[in-house]
């Protein structure tokens, strides 16, 4: 592991390709799509994270910029999952392209949103990244469905 993160210091990649080869890491490569869509999710968050902290280190991250990811990965993986729902609804609805991307980029927030809160509750707690994932799934299940 070692020779791994001195390999990628060495290699000055960029924030993109440093969040893949993290990525890679640790996640297994069978290739599922639950995978590929976590990695692309992970890979947008980290990428988040360099935005928001443009001279964070990837290797030596607080406990805050860890659960920034994690949260940011979980927030992403749940609205992908939720574009995948609506995908042919966004299709059929006679709404402009335009008003369909905003309300997408609102989902986006509240989701987010929504995430921060379940972190800060299960800070206290130290609960597993699959129990915060699943609070915040059935939340955002239940507002939707209101």
Same mark, same amino acid.
């Given at each position: 592991?070692?020779?791994?993160?001195? /390999? %990628?210091?060495? =290699? &000055?990649?960029?924030?993109?390709?440093?969040?893949?080869?993290?990525?890679?890491? *640790?996640?297994?490569?069978?290739?599922?799509?639950?995978?590929?869509?976590?990695?692309?999710?992970?890979?947008?968050?980290? @990428?988040?994270?360099?935005? &928001?902290?443009?001279?964070?280190?990837?290797?030596?991250?607080?406990?805050? #910029?860890? =659960?920034?990811?994690?949260?940011?990965?979980? @927030?992403? !993986?749940? %609205? !992908?999952?939720?574009?995948?729902?609506?995908?042919q609804t966004y299709?059929?609805?006679?709404?402009?392209? =335009?008003?369909? !991307?905003? /309300?997408?980029?609102?989902?986006?927030?509240?989701?987010?949103?929504?995430?921060? *809160?379940?972190l800060e509750e299960?800070?206290?707690?130290? =609960?597993?990244?699959?129990s915060l994932a #699943?609070? *915040?799934? #059935?939340? @955002?299940? #239940?507002?939707?469905?209101?």
């Amino acid at each position: 592991m070692t020779d791994w993160v001195a /390999r %990628c210091r060495s =290699a &000055n990649l960029s924030a993109s390709d440093l969040a893949l080869e993290v990525l890679k890491e *640790v996640i297994s490569g069978s290739g599922s799509i639950d995978e590929e869509s976590l990695r692309d999710a992970g890979a947008e968050a980290l @990428a988040k994270l360099y935005e &928001n902290h443009p001279d964070v280190d990837i290797f030596d991250l607080t406990d805050a #910029q860890i =659960a920034e990811v994690i949260g940011l990965t979980i @927030a992403i !993986q749940i %609205c !992908q999952r939720i574009d995948m729902q609506l995908g042919q609804t966004y299709e059929k609805l006679k709404h402009d392209p =335009a008003q369909i !991307q905003e /309300r997408r980029a609102d989902i986006r927030e509240w989701v987010w949103a929504e995430v921060r *809160v379940v972190l800060e509750e299960k800070k206290a707690s130290y =609960a597993d990244p699959k129990s915060l994932a #699943q609070s *915040v799934l #059935q939340s @955002a299940l #239940q507002v939707f469905a209101e």
